[in-house]
Each structure stands twice: as C-alpha cells, then as structure tokens.
C-alpha cells in the first residue's frame, strides 16, 4: 500500500508553467507504474503521463512536447513539469499508482488556467 499526496496546483495564464508534485509515502521503485491523470469538468479522467519502474515514460497526445514526467533519485516524489499550458489543460490533477492490479490515489490538485 501506498498514499499519495499531490501539490504545485494554482492558477497560471495561458502560455505559463507549473510542476506537480507527488509525495509517496514509501518508494515507487517497485511500484510498476506511476502516472498523473487529470478530469475536468463534465469528463472523465484521464491519462497525462505515466513513468514505469525501467523509467520509460509515456504522454497523451495532447501534452506531448509539453509536459514532462520525472521522478527524485530517492524515489519517493514523482513530478509533472506542464509548459505552454492552455485553458484545455483546467482539470484536478490526480497522481496514481498502479501495482498489478491494485490502484492508489491522491486527493488531487486543481490546476486552472486563464485565458
């Protein structure tokens, strides 16, 4: 089992820059992936970026070239650097971990972004 909590959420102007962050409560080494999602309003969530326990990464094509998905040498914080953000990008941002076939989630952090 692992807790996650997100933060770096706020209000930016259209072209600006924010970086999640994802506390864990113990190492995400082992864990086999870990990603951000976001919902917004009236949708559902989804998929931003993952990172995998090899350190491969993947993006949705919407935020491809823009938002980028790392994690700290000691393992324990996962972050979501988001460049040239658009209104598109106002959602709760979620951080998740998933281990086989169980899913751990924060509570969220609302990102908004002006126009």
């Known amino acids: 089992q692992v807790q996650l909590v997100e933060s770096g959420g706020g209000l930016v102007q259209a072209g600006g820059s924010l970086r999640l962050s994802c506390a864990a409560s113990r190492s995400i080494l082992s864990i086999n992936v870990m990603g951000w999602y976001r919902q917004a309003l009236g949708k559902q969530r989804e998929l931003v970026a993952g990172?995998?326990?090899?350190?491969?990464?993947n993006y949705a094509d919407s935020v491809k070239g823009r938002f980028t998905i790392s994690r700290d040498n000691a393992a324990t914080t996962v972050y979501l650097q988001m460049n040239s953000l658009n209104p598109e990008d106002t959602a709760v941002y979620y951080c998740n971990a998933h281990h086989w076939r169980e899913d751990y989630w924060g509570q969220g952090t609302q990102v908004t972004v002006s126009s």
């Open positions: 990172i995998f326990n090899t350190g491969s990464t």
